[in-house]
């Protein structure tokens, strides 16, 4: 029947050149070879396209030589190690070791997600939870940070951070500022701006109030039928947390933590700007530098390389969670 | 007699008095927290933003003697464009910002959606490796990308200037062809936007940042094709409905709901993209390519106007709260569609 009025109505050409049908089943029906073929091209471009830069790099990071090929090469013709040796071996210039570099970004990435996790969860819980009459005011308190970007608040952090230092003054006293302070010149040992706490605690900033938000929008879907069951049952709102939303929350507690994983792995902005010890960087920070100010001297095959180590465990994480993770950013993204 | 009704009172009054504090207490940790390196910074912020905050009151901070109160004056300098920084315009950032990210979601959305409903062809060969290929672009940190990209782009040794010299020469042209992707200043199409010229590099830019984000953009959208259920195309085909009506009045109504959040989610993401911007152009060439926040931790972190950066920084807030407000105006409407 449908195949008798087929023919009189004609189909829009993208529609019936696309054979939209958004099932995703396969009907009875083939595709006719001509237009597989020019799908399988058309496919094959935007392939292509994917595969362009992501092929040059892993080209570069397998070359041995230290400067750029002259025409373009997008299959290594030959798989040295040589780039990647170097890069762990001695990633820069400055007597640092790569796997400082490593401990430096993961102290970070690690110790921010953590510390804003653990702290959040309570708050979320009871913004999700609880009914009391300051909640809708502290709720907006929460989100006003999250429409400034990072940057907008790197200002105070910055002197904030700066203000916390520890001198050696011109006798044997220490002073703490902004407690005390010296009476004559002093040399300053510890600045908390110039540290990887100090840092931290900057991206942290940033990244608690995000924690909040995004695990109160996760626990508002839990279902409230099993808390009220154990309420029934006696328990008390601290045994409901403890017992069974936190262990429900589990998975997105996991999601949350590699969200902030992930950001915080690239951050970029607070350690560039803060931090000025070589024995301080990050990878990103290092990566930069590769290709900064110096950038007609550089070894080309070891930035590859070492883009390749930073991208990798980014990469990892996102595709073992790619199923929760969209959802996450985008929910996320509507709200802040 | 009396203690023992009183007593029943007396606890059930300190157990309401418990269920109005608790809420309190789970958030105390937070809000200790945030308080002090949250909020504070915030007000300090707003109270930095009008003084002359420089360098030479690093040592002393706000107890410095010679720090002045300025008043707006800061404030007045960033828009009037009285600042000490070469090239500088806020309108012209301002404006170049939003056309930014409204250029890159008007291209990413429409390809992402045309992508997956490419990929979701019945019938079509190697799908799932097509998917696998597809998603890297997502997977790989922006920073990586933008340094790759930039090594691309780049005028002597660039990838692409070689692709291009390969192709020019394979029609039989002679010469390597050198197009200063990142450097040149003159904008190709001077027109475009008159209040901020659009250098090369803003279109080499747009190549890199459409290389990131369409794959995001096609995820989105396979997801929400594939929740479409088979039997509305059926009802709609019962009904009459051609294919090219089932596409208008099924297909795009109901991956509206999934693609609004999405843009959404996409022009944030550009209009904030520093990482991108920073390790591609640094803003420039001439500050051609910069963007509000690109500028902003210019401002703090190499020309060290602490004062100006704060007043600056409290600019952009405002700009992002007024961007907040019409984006969530414009997700409430859509909502309402499901």
Same mark, same amino acid.
């Given at each position: 029947?449908?195949?008798?009025?087929?023919?009189?109505?004609?189909?829009?050409?993208?529609?019936?050149?696309?054979?939209?049908?958004?099932?995703?089943?396969?009907?009875?029906?083939?595709?006719?070879?001509?237009?597989?073929?020019?799908?399988?091209?058309?496919?094959?471009?935007?392939? +292509?396209?994917?595969?362009?830069?992501?092929?040059?790099?892993?080209?570069?990071?397998?070359?041995?030589?230290?400067?750029?090929?002259?025409?373009?090469?997008?299959?290594?013709?030959?798989?040295?190690?040589?780039?990647?040796?170097?890069?762990?071996?001695? /990633?820069?210039?400055?007597?640092?070791?790569?796997?400082?570099?490593?401990?430096?970004?993961?102290?970070?990435?690690?110790?921010?997600?953590?510390?804003?996790?653990?702290?959040?969860?309570?708050?979320?819980?009871? +913004?999700?939870?609880?009914?009391?009459?300051?909640?809708?005011?502290?709720?907006?308190?929460? +989100?006003?940070?999250?429409?400034?970007?990072?940057? @907008?608040?790197?200002?105070?952090?910055?002197?904030?951070?700066?203000?916390?230092?520890?001198?050696?003054?011109?006798?044997?006293?220490?002073?703490?500022?902004?407690?005390?302070?010296?009476? @004559?010149?002093?040399?300053?040992?510890?600045?908390?701006?110039?540290?990887?706490?100090?840092?931290?605690?900057?991206?942290?900033?940033?990244?608690?109030?995000?924690?909040?938000?995004?695990?109160?929008?996760?626990?508002?879907?839990?279902?409230?039928?099993?808390?009220?069951?154990?309420?029934?049952?006696?328990?008390?709102?601290?045994?409901?947390?403890?017992?069974?939303?936190?262990?429900?929350? $589990?998975?997105?507690?996991?999601?949350?933590?590699?969200?902030?994983?992930? @950001?915080?792995?690239?951050?970029?902005?607070?350690?560039?700007?803060?931090?000025?010890?070589?024995?301080?960087?990050?990878?990103?920070?290092?990566?930069?530098?590769?290709?900064?100010?110096?950038?007609?001297?550089?070894?080309?095959?070891?930035?590859?390389?070492?883009?390749?180590?930073?991208?990798? /465990?980014?990469? $990892?994480?996102?595709?073992?969670?790619?199923?929760?993770?969209?959802?996450?950013? $985008?929910?996320?993204?509507?709200?802040? | 007699? *009396?203690?023992?009704?009183?007593?029943?009172?007396?606890?059930?009054?300190?157990?309401?008095?418990?269920?109005?504090?608790?809420?309190?207490?789970?958030?105390?940790?937070?809000?200790?927290?945030?308080?002090?390196?949250?909020?504070?910074?915030?007000?300090?912020?707003?109270?930095?933003?009008?003084?002359?905050?420089?360098?030479?009151?690093?040592?002393?901070?706000?107890?410095?003697?010679?720090?002045?109160?300025?008043?707006?004056?800061?404030?007045?300098?960033?828009?009037?464009?009285?600042?000490?920084?070469?090239?500088?315009?806020?309108?012209?950032? %301002?404006?170049?910002?939003?056309?930014?990210?409204?250029?890159?979601?008007?291209?990413?959305?429409?390809?992402?959606?045309?992508?997956?409903?490419?990929?979701?062809?019945?019938?079509?060969?190697?799908?799932?490796?097509?998917?696998?290929?597809?998603?890297?672009?997502?997977?790989?940190?922006?920073?990586?990308?933008?340094?790759?990209?930039?090594?691309?782009?780049?005028?002597?040794?660039?990838?692409?200037?070689? %692709?291009?010299?390969?192709?020019?020469?394979?029609?039989?042209?002679?010469?390597?062809?050198?197009?200063?992707?990142?450097?040149?200043?003159?904008?190709?199409?001077?027109?475009?936007?008159?209040?901020?010229?659009?250098?090369?590099?803003?279109?080499?830019?747009?190549?890199?940042?459409?290389?990131?984000?369409?794959?995001?953009?096609?995820?989105?959208?396979?997801?929400?094709?594939?929740?479409?259920?088979?039997?509305?195309?059926? *009802?709609?085909?019962?009904?009459?409905?051609?294919?090219?009506?089932?596409?208008?009045?099924?297909?795009?109504?109901? %991956?509206?709901?999934?693609?609004?959040?999405?843009?959404?989610?996409?022009?944030?993401?550009?209009?904030?993209?520093?990482?991108?911007?920073?390790?591609?152009?640094?803003?420039?060439?001439?500050?051609?390519?910069?963007?509000?926040?690109?500028?902003?931790?210019?401002?703090?972190?190499?020309?060290?106007?602490?004062?100006?950066?704060?007043?600056?920084?409290?600019?952009?807030?405002?700009?992002? %709260?007024?961007?907040?407000?019409?984006?969530?105006?414009?997700?409430?409407?859509?909502?309402?569609?499901?």
């Amino acid at each position: 029947m449908t195949a008798q009025a087929q023919p009189e109505k004609r189909p829009n050409i993208i529609v019936r050149f696309f054979n939209m049908n958004t099932s995703g089943e396969l009907g009875g029906r083939k595709l006719p070879l001509w237009r597989q073929l020019l799908l399988q091209l058309m496919t094959l471009i935007i392939a +292509f396209e994917v595969m362009f830069p992501i092929m040059y790099v892993v080209t570069l990071s397998f070359s041995s030589k230290t400067t750029r090929p002259s025409t373009l090469q997008l299959i290594p013709n030959e798989f040295s190690l040589e780039a990647y040796k170097q890069v762990l071996d001695r /990633p820069t210039a400055n007597p640092v070791t790569f796997v400082q570099l490593l401990r430096n970004s993961a102290f970070l990435s690690v110790g921010v997600g953590l510390v804003a996790l653990l702290v959040a969860v309570s708050a979320a819980y009871a +913004f999700s939870r609880f009914k009391f009459k300051a909640r809708q005011i502290l709720m907006i308190l929460v +989100f006003i940070p999250l429409l400034m970007p990072v940057i @907008g608040t790197a200002t105070p952090l910055f002197l904030m951070m700066n203000s916390f230092r520890v001198t050696e003054c011109a006798g044997d006293d220490i002073a703490i500022s902004p407690f005390t302070t010296c009476d @004559g010149q002093g040399k300053v040992v510890f600045n908390l701006r110039d540290s990887l706490p100090g840092v931290g605690i900057a991206m942290i900033s940033g990244a608690l109030p995000f924690a909040v938000w995004n695990l109160k929008g996760y626990l508002d879907t839990i279902p409230k039928e099993l808390e009220e069951a154990a309420m029934i049952d006696g328990a008390d709102p601290n045994q409901i947390f403890t017992k069974i939303v936190l262990p429900l929350a $589990v998975p997105q507690l996991a999601v949350t933590f590699f969200l902030g994983f992930i @950001g915080h792995w690239q951050e970029f902005a607070l350690p560039w700007l803060f931090l000025s010890q070589p024995e301080d960087y990050t990878l990103s920070m290092t990566m930069y530098n590769m290709v900064g100010q110096y950038a007609n001297a550089i070894p080309w095959n070891r930035f590859a390389a070492m883009a390749m180590i930073v991208a990798l /465990p980014v990469a $990892v994480i996102y595709i073992a969670l790619q199923k929760y993770i969209v959802g996450g950013l $985008v929910a996320g993204g509507v709200k802040g | 007699m *009396a203690a023992i009704t009183a007593e029943p009172h007396v606890s059930k009054r300190r157990a309401q008095l418990q269920k109005a504090i608790l809420p309190y207490l789970y958030l105390f940790p937070a809000f200790l927290i945030m308080s002090v390196i949250t909020f504070y910074p915030l007000i300090y912020q707003v109270v930095l933003s009008t003084t002359n905050f420089e360098t030479r009151h690093l040592l002393k901070g706000l107890r410095s003697e010679d720090l002045e109160f300025v008043g707006l004056d800061n404030y007045k300098a960033i828009i009037d464009g009285s600042l000490p920084v070469q090239n500088f315009n806020f309108f012209r950032v %301002l404006t170049y910002n939003f056309w930014w990210a409204i250029t890159n979601v008007m291209v990413h959305v429409p390809a992402g959606v045309l992508i997956a409903i490419l990929l979701n062809t019945q019938g079509l060969w190697f799908k799932r490796i097509y998917r696998a290929v597809y998603i890297l672009p997502v997977v790989i940190p922006p920073l990586v990308v933008a340094t790759v990209w930039r090594n691309i782009f780049n005028e002597n040794y660039g990838a692409l200037n070689q %692709l291009i010299t390969t192709i020019t020469q394979f029609f039989g042209a002679e010469g390597v062809v050198r197009i200063r992707w990142l450097t040149e200043y003159k904008p190709p199409i001077p027109w475009l936007l008159p209040n901020s010229p659009l250098t090369l590099a803003y279109y080499a830019m747009m190549i890199a940042n459409f290389w990131l984000g369409w794959p995001f953009m096609t995820l989105v959208a396979t997801g929400a094709l594939q929740s479409i259920p088979k039997e509305l195309f059926e *009802a709609a085909s019962i009904d009459g409905a051609s294919p090219t009506q089932q596409f208008w009045n099924v297909i795009v109504p109901l %991956l509206r709901p999934a693609m609004v959040p999405a843009a959404i989610y996409g022009f944030m993401m550009s209009f904030n993209l520093f990482n991108f911007v920073y390790f591609m152009t640094n803003g420039g060439p001439a500050r051609s390519t910069e963007l509000l926040v690109t500028f902003a931790y210019d401002l703090v972190r190499n020309l060290r106007l602490y004062g100006v950066a704060a007043a600056f920084a409290v600019i952009v807030f405002f700009v992002a %709260l007024i961007v907040f407000l019409i984006t969530n105006r414009i997700t409430r409407a859509t909502e309402s569609y499901t």
